[in-house]
């Protein structure tokens, strides 16, 4: 049974580094029937797409965020990264790790979600 | 950017009625929307893939329809655990923006 789990830190100071990191496990994420991706709510708000990794290590990202942030893999750790930099208190968020389904090559739906992680953007 | 409004925000019911919640495109999107599943606390759940698929282990008093920009989710006898926050997504181009939500709450 496949498992996402964020860790990372949940305080981060503005403008600094947030940095979080999704273990796969029950399943390896350098499969090529997939993409692994972030997604974020603020509280009590609605849920956006960050951007997604495949296991080669190419990258798809939303363009609100583009400019600041970085997903990285690690197929021997099973494990994908975010990293979001020059933060605010707007980035104050829910960060889900979640499994990108692809059919025919193209995105489909995020199947397996983690539990989440919430990251509070403070001094 | 494609932009998915969904209504009503709030949909009050009794359980045993039927749920209609709406998720309207300002583009087409073919056959690219899902559906989620979210309750207090946790992560957001599959529900519905390819506009009418169910996922694993959804029962199938829920629903998917529709084409173009226009999408449903109909759930047909409401249970207990039904009552929750559902957002749709769209796939068909990137950013894979998400609904807004439709709280569906006991009457």
């Known amino acids: 049974q496949l498992q996402l789990q964020e860790s990372g830190p949940g305080l981060v100071k503005p403008s600094e580094t947030l940095s979080l990191t999704c273990t796969v496990s029950g399943g390896s994420i350098s499969s090529s029937n997939f993409y692994w991706g972030w997604i974020r709510q603020p509280p009590g708000k609605g849920l956006e797409w960050i951007g997604n990794?495949?296991?080669?290590?190419?990258?798809l990202y939303n363009p609100s965020l583009e400019s600041r942030v970085t997903i990285s893999v690690d197929t021997s750790k099973n494990q994908f990264s975010l990293k979001l930099n020059s933060v605010t208190a707007a980035d104050t968020a829910i960060y889900y790790c979640?499994?990108?389904?692809?059919?025919?090559?193209?995105?489909?739906?995020?199947?397996?979600w983690g539990q989440g992680s919430l990251v509070t953007v403070s001094s | 950017e494609i932009v998915l409004t969904q209504s009503p925000g709030t949909l009050s019911l009794s359980p045993g009625e039927r749920a209609t919640l709406s998720c309207r495109a300002s583009q087409s999107l073919s056959d690219s929307l899902a559906w989620y599943q979210q309750k207090p606390g946790q992560a957001p759940r599959l529900f519905i893939y390819?506009?009418?698929r169910r996922a694993t282990g959804i029962p199938d008093r829920f629903s998917g329809s529709g084409s173009g920009t226009d999408f449903t989710l109909t759930i047909s006898r409401l249970e207990p655990e039904d009552f929750a926050v559902y957002f749709c997504q769209q796939f068909r181009i990137s950013p894979f923006t998400f609904g807004q939500g439709t709280k569906l709450e006991i009457k």
């Open positions: 979640a499994r990108h389904v692809l059919r025919g090559g193209l995105p489909d739906e995020f199947d397996q």
């Open positions: 990794i495949y296991y080669s290590g190419n990258t």
């Open positions: 390819g506009v009418s």
